[in-house]
Structures are given as C-alpha cells and as structure tokens.
C-alpha cells in the first residue's frame, strides 16, 4: 500500500481535459511540494510537474498541477493519444528522510 | 548531456548478494545527493535509499534497512547499491535519480530531476 493516494485508474478522449489527484500527510504533502512522473510502457520515469506546479523544459504546457494542504493534482488539457501512461505523484518525507509515491494512475485514452 | 546509467543486475537465488550500479556523466556529480528507486513487476515506484553529496549521510526505507547500503565514488561519478541476504520480494527494475533542492519562497524545494533507464535484479531459484 502506498503512501500517497492516488486513482488506480482515469480515462478520457482526445481533447478532453482529465485531473488526477494525490493526497498525502503533514510529514509529506503537508511540508513538502509534490512533484509528478510520466512513465511510458516500458520506459523509466520521466520529470512532469515539479515544486507543485512547475514544468520541466519540454513539458507541454497542457500539463500543469496544483497542491493544497495535503492534497495535490494534476491536470491534463486537450488530451492526446501519446498523454497514455502512468502517472506518479511523489513528496519528500520528513520521517523517512527520502522519498514517499502515490501507487500511481494509469490513463487511458478512449 | 546529462545521463545516468545503471548496470549490474542480474539473476541471484535468495540470500544471495549483488551490487548494483550507476554511472553519472554530464553534471557534477559530487554536488548532488542521488537516490535508488526500484519497482517490482507490474506495480509501483518504490523509493529504497538515497545518499548526500559527501557521502556521509544515508537513508534507507525499513525494508531494505540493515541489507542494502547505498555509497558513491565521486572520483569516478559512480553511485552503487550492496544488496545482500536477497529475497524474491527485492525483484525489481532499480533506477538511479538524481535529487534537486531549491529554495522557493518559504522553503526547500525537493525533487528528482533525472532518471537511468533502470538495471534489472530478479531473485529467484
């Protein structure tokens, strides 16, 4: 069971604009910032959203995300055929010293 | 370019050892505290250690505390991970990342900006 709360899955269709959300703890989300990963089928993860709501270079910008509290989201818009993989959202903790992730949500695109 | 790359898994029958490792090219590498995260087949990511600049200080998830030891050689831009007394739940793809602080308004920013693409360890018999 993962620490970070996250949808097993989401869906939608090209076009559309799909949120996924992550909720955490006061020793993770609640005193640090979220940061989201793109994992492709059979690629490692790749940096989507950092420091709550920023992107990478590269980054499309119909990916953005936001962070309340101990709850995070993030948001695709005009949603397109290649956006299918899982999503991860991930939070320093404080308790551990390293590293908490959601259980991660696989969108599909119908 | 800015590159991690993992190597060194393999198959080992549980109790066995393996080290894994990541070479690091593109960065300074002895400016950055760097982390191991694993992910078992078909599930999720799984943070396992991670390690600062000097080497000095380390931290591991309970799992893995008192078998796995994380070290780095900053002379040779390499990060390893010591798996020992392995078990069929430690089968995993295992990635090196590299973490990132930054300062925002009010506080550190904390996150891991780059990935190898993963070394492959399967304990089994």
């Known amino acids: 069971q993962s620490v970070l709360a996250q949808p097993p899955s989401a869906s939608g269709t090209p076009g559309q604009r799909v949120t996924i959300s992550c909720s955490g703890s006061?020793?993770?989300?609640?005193?640090?910032?979220v940061n989201w990963y793109q994992q492709l089928p059979g690629t490692a993860p790749k940096l989507l959203i950092y420091?709550?709501?920023q992107r990478p270079s590269g980054v499309p910008g119909r990916f953005s995300g936001s962070k309340s509290g101990t709850s995070a989201s993030l948001a695709i818009s005009g949603l397109q055929s290649e956006d299918e993989a899982d999503y991860y959202c991930a939070a320093r903790d404080d308790s551990l010293n390293g590293w908490v992730f959601g259980g991660g949500t696989k969108l599909t695109v119908l | 370019e800015v590159q991690l790359v993992e190597s060194g898994g393999d198959l080992v029958q549980p109790g066995g050892s393996l080290r894994v490792s990541c070479a690091a090219s593109?960065?300074?590498?002895?400016?950055?505290?760097m982390t191991w995260v694993r992910q078992a087949p078909g599930k999720g990511l799984e943070w396992v250690a991670n390690i600062n600049q000097d080497g000095r200080d380390k931290y591991y998830v309970d799992s893995v505390e008192g078998r796995f030891t994380i070290s780095r050689d900053n002379a040779d831009n390499s990060l390893y991970l010591q798996m020992d007394s392995l078990r069929a739940e430690d089968t995993a793809v295992y990635y090196c990342?590299?973490?990132?602080?930054?300062?925002?308004?009010?506080?550190?920013?904390?996150?891991?900006?780059?990935w190898g693409k993963g070394t492959t360890v399967t304990v089994s018999s």
């Open positions: 593109g960065f300074t590498f002895s400016s950055y505290s």
């Open positions: 420091s709550n709501n």
């Open positions: 006061s020793s993770n989300m609640g005193s640090n910032n």
């Open positions: 990342a590299r973490e990132r602080r930054t300062w925002g308004d009010y506080y550190y920013f904390y996150y891991m900006d780059v």
